[in-house]
């Protein structure tokens, strides 16, 4: 059995989509961190079947639009005193700025390099993204 | 209003706004001598970093009918691009000089990204496979010249519906009016981008179909929109050959469609419309092309806040 104690004041993000996790644990640089960090992949879940969970022994910043396109299903929980005193509820942002990329090779993103790179939600239910300049659609993150 | 403002994409304007621009290049085409100093003291860039004839000679010739003048490059190898210049800085020094530019581009957005860097009025005059409004302008002119109004007509699109920018354009406009249906004939390769059939036909619920023969259909269409093969934006030729040569409406194919079904194309043609066609009275895509000066005349003004 794997156990994995709780933390006294750091950040929990839970239920988030199995195999999700990683992606996450990347984005926020975690493999960096000089604080314990725990990503758990498929953990139970009753309500998910399976989900992964990150603990960070530390307060750090999050970019809740960025695991809002990763994840919008995860919760981020912040812990003081070994106590949740904040529970924050992810959402699929309606925009996203230089989180994607383009990968069209006709738009002009591939070329000019200066500016940020803009995508706009069009389809919650899919999370499909539209490029501000060439309207090419993506889904850089599909519902599992 | 639309004084200072700027033509990327047709969502870019509402239909009310259209119609200021319609209703102006009718009155231009009844009586051009009345605008002939409108723009006296104004400039007109044209920055073509891609090749073009009706485009660049059509926004130029309007703004000499004006009574304006022009400056510009009809290459990208002619500008400072050609030394690795940006396009944001390329139209920021531009707008030291012009008053209002047009500007074409063979990447996707290329037009979207210089709006964001300037303040005078920028249109796009097509970009890579992606939008080209003034041809809609040019379509939508003609189209009401000749039947009144775009709305409760069945519209047939046929040929490169992937890359035809002036497809994608005039589809992103008639959406928003009642009573369209679209015939989109193309090979499976070539039918019109993702973005075009989810996020415009499908959400506005205009009745479509996809199909690969023309015959069959000619006989529903008010319209014939007609276009070229993009040879340009192949990244295999291989793929341009197999496909350049699948539509090809000729006199037989033309005996399908109605007496009342015109023949439109945003030109330049290579060989989807036979010559044998061109004396059809129901071919009129000279007469878009020569329709296409009087409406950028109409933009032109409306953009510099004359009319």
Redesign the interface.
Known sequence: MLEITSIEKGIVIDHITAGYGIQVFNYLNLDKADYNVALICNAYSEKMGKKDIIKINNVIDINYDFLGLIDPNATVNIIENGKTIKKVKLEVPDRVENIIRCKNPRCVTSVEHYFPHVFHLVNKEKRSYRCEYCDDIVIPYPNK | MLKNRSLIDPSDFTREEFREIFDLGHQIVANPEKYSKSCEGKILATLFYEPSTRTRLSFETAMLRLGGQVIGFSEAASSSTAKGE???DTLRTVECYADIAAMR??????P??AS?YIHMPLINAG????QHPTQTLTDILTIERLRGNVENKTYGFCGDLKFGRTVHSLIKFLSNYEGVKFILISPEELRV???IR??VIKKKGIPFEEVDQMEPYMGQLDFLYMTRVQRE?F?NEEDYIRLKDRFILDKEKMSYARPDTYILHPLPRVNEISTEVDDDPRAQYFQQAKNGMYVRMALILKLLGIY
């Not at chain 2, 581009?105 to 290329?110: I, L, M, Q, S, V």
């Not at chain 2, 970009?127 to 992606?130: E, R, Y």
């Open positions: 940006s396009i944001a581009h063979p990447k996707e957005g290329a979207r990204l964001h970009d890579g496979g992606h981008p993702e973005y989810e996020e934006r990244f």
